[in-house]
């Protein structure tokens, strides 16, 4: 025989509680851009634009990838600290929204973009780019 109970009111609240919170972690980070694929030419800039939002202060980082080339072009935490590698150093610049522009485009700078936005707590999120760089005439 089924015995079905109705909910009391603290079980209601203990529920509405617990999804709540899972509604909240699962929509901590979101990274938004209108333009995820683009061409440039050599020496021009490019600007990798994003908006991202997110519920604790967050940490930022942008990675270029390429063949087997993988490497970390700057990391930092919007009014806290930046550190950008030595190699981006004098062509970088990082925004408080998390976009990167890179200026004084070289052929070896296409390739595959990605930022990594990490929260306190550990969540992360990622978004990718495409970069293609156009040589000048020869």
Not at 112 to 124: C, K, N, P, Q, R
Request: aromatic residues 12%; glycine residues 8%; charged residues 15%.
């Amino acid at each position: 025989m089924w015995h079905f109970r109705l909910w009391d009111v603290q079980d209601v609240a203990v529920f509405l509680s617990i999804t709540l919170y899972m509604c909240h972690i699962a929509k901590a980070i979101s990274i938004h851009s209108l333009q995820r694929s683009l061409t440039r030419s050599v020496q021009e800039d490019v600007l990798f634009s994003v908006d991202i939002t997110c519920n604790e202060i967050a940490t930022i980082q942008w990675t270029f990838m390429s063949g087997v080339v993988s490497r970390t072009i700057g990391t930092w935490q919007p009014g806290v600290y930046t550190n950008i590698t030595v190699d981006y150093s004098s062509r970088v610049q990082p925004y408080e929204n998390g976009s990167l522009g890179l200026s004084d485009l070289r052929l070896q700078d296409a390739g595959f973009y990605v930022v990594t936005v990490t929260e306190v707590a550990g969540s992360s999120k990622d978004a990718g780019f495409v970069l293609k760089v156009n040589g000048g005439w020869i």
